[in-house]
């Protein structure tokens, strides 16, 4: 099947025809679809394109090994955090041995200064919030997920999901108040473990 066969299908649709069958042309136009994502995020952290290239096809290996060890749901969102981590370990790398692209590309002036710790803790805090979506029932996470990381309004949602409007809605609410919960003890878990 043509690359340009799959882009009807959804992120959800291209992921369970790889899982199903190692339908590896489906996974290809999957990557294909947010290289330019991956691009961007890789240039905003890195601020150097070759760099960003490099870390994008670092990235799809990565994808590649990961996704042949477990199912992933939302595909975007999962992408975007190994691109992001991915360059925070550069990153990190840059300022350890202080390679000449940390010195060449990376401004440190006015808003433009690069903050480690300060990518660091919003990194912790975005791993928190993975961790507490899955403690969601799959229902809540879906439409959690497609509400504030995909911006679909609730009839969006509703024909997505063939769930009712109130349905969707009432998921969405139970799911913010259960992912506050679920924040809120892991919090209290990782200070009690310090």
């Known amino acids: 099947?043509?690359?340009?066969?799959?882009?009807?299908?959804?992120?959800?649709?291209?992921?369970?025809?790889?899982?199903?069958?190692?339908?590896?042309?489906?996974?290809?136009?999957?990557?294909?679809?947010?290289?330019?994502?991956?691009?961007?995020?890789?240039?905003?952290?890195l601020k150097d394109e070759e760099a960003a290239r490099d870390t994008v096809q670092q990235v799809f290996l990565k994808a590649i090994t990961e996704l042949g060890k477990y199912k992933v749901t939302y595909f975007k969102s999962w992408i975007y955090q190994i691109a992001k981590n991915q360059c925070l370990m550069q990153l990190r790398d840059q300022k350890k041995w202080g390679t000449p692209l940390e010195a060449e590309s990376l401004p440190i002036e006015g808003d433009a200064a690069i903050d480690l710790e300060q990518w660091t803790e919003k990194e912790q805090q975005f791993d928190h919030l993975n961790i507490a979506l899955q403690s969601l029932s799959e229902e809540q996470r879906r439409c959690v997920t497609l509400f504030y990381l995909e911006k679909m309004s609730y009839r969006q949602i509703a024909e997505k999901t063939g769930h009712g409007i109130a349905t969707v809605k009432s998921h969405i609410q139970n799911g913010k108040r259960n992912l506050r919960i679920a924040l809120a003890s892991h919090k209290t878990a990782a200070r009690n473990e310090r």
């Open 1 to 45: 099947m043509p690359l340009e066969r799959y882009r009807h299908l959804s992120d959800e649709e291209l992921l369970e025809r790889f899982h199903s069958g190692k339908d590896t042309d489906s996974l290809g136009h999957l990557m294909q679809r947010y290289t330019l994502m991956l691009l961007a995020v890789s240039m905003k952290y």
